[in-house]
């Protein structure tokens, strides 16, 4: 007599594992997401890096040269300089930012009458887009019209070229990056002090401590690791910065204002010349994945645990 474990052994249905024909694949759940990175990422990268060993006009016939483009980019001095004017730019552009953003921070955190209506004044200027906010700092630049130099000379101070000197017109375009920037660094600066204890506020007033040194011992420890964000994520925006040079300046007067994003632009869409382009994308994404292993060694070394 057949018993019951053997009749629901022959009746059972034949497993995934005894056909091989019903072996589970999960390739086709990941073979879109394969196919886009592959297509979107991978291959312009492939062709970038290999495009950087020719030397190709658009229109013209495409060179193996080897590592001569970037050997000619270590000597190229435009190159050069559009380097350090990057970095002047992206020093300004994120020190001044996180310095107003973290006083903001610290006045908005107080409670006074108004005190909502004034916030949403001050983060006004992330809604607007870079392009249309540099057309309207370009109408306050201008030397005989602008509003910067009436107001300049309303309190006894002489004009300023601004952007149409070689002298200013980094710092200028750097204005505007603080102006536009600013309340971004606010906001994050603002959620590290909502979470700061009372207490130790308590205590340091029990002690007679001053604001300042309140602030110095206690609260900007305590919104480093905030602060350390922000300029992360402000570094890294403001090297890439493009809009805002190329609608005020376009890297003028001469190439007094070109950062490596402009220079990059300039040989590729300007004078065609997609193997210097080509080199110069592959150099710029050297430098930003050093820059942010750099700044998040930073972020680590700043966080509470490490104190």
């Excluded at 310095?99 to 916030?119: E, K, Q, S």
């Amino acid at each position: 007599m057949t018993s019951l474990a053997e009749m629901a052994v022959r009746s059972a249905p034949v497993t995934a594992q005894a056909d091989p024909l019903r072996k589970p694949s999960y390739i086709w759940f990941i073979l879109p997401a394969l196919v886009a990175t592959v297509a979107i990422i991978v291959f312009p990268w492939i062709f970038t890096i290999w495009m950087s060993f020719h030397e190709w006009k658009i229109g013209g016939a495409k060179t193996w040269v080897g590592l001569r483009n970037y050997i000619d980019l270590a000597s190229n001095q435009r190159f050069l300089e559009s380097m350090w004017h990057t970095a002047y730019f992206t020093v300004l552009a994120v020190l001044l930012p996180l310095v107003a953003g973290t006083f903001a921070a610290v006045i908005f955190n107080r409670r006074f009458p108004l005190r909502g209506l004034l916030r949403t004044i001050f983060i006004m200027p992330m809604m607007a887009t870079p392009v249309a906010i540099a057309l309207v700092w370009t109408m306050m630049f201008h030397p005989q019209l602008g509003v910067l130099n009436y107001l300049l000379s309303v309190v006894g101070i002489p004009p300023s070229e601004w952007v149409f000197a070689r002298s200013t017109v980094i710092p200028s375009l750097a204005l505007v990056e603080v102006w536009l920037w600013t309340p971004f660094v606010m906001i994050i600066v603002l959620g590290g002090l909502a979470a700061v204890p009372e207490e130790p506020y308590e205590s340091a007033r029990l002690d007679g401590a001053t604001q300042w040194q309140m602030f110095r011992y206690i609260t900007f420890p305590l919104v480093l690791p905030f602060i350390a964000v922000a300029g992360v994520m402000r570094t890294i925006d403001a090297v890439k910065a493009f809009e805002v040079i190329y609608v005020i300046s376009s890297g003028g007067p001469g190439t007094a204002s070109e950062t490596i994003n402009l220079y990059l632009y300039s040989q590729a869409f300007a004078y065609y010349n997609v193997g210097t382009a080509s080199t110069v994308v592959v150099v710029f994404f050297a430098i930003i994945l050093l820059l942010s292993v750099a700044l998040l060694w930073v972020r680590e070394r700043s966080k509470w645990y490490n104190k």
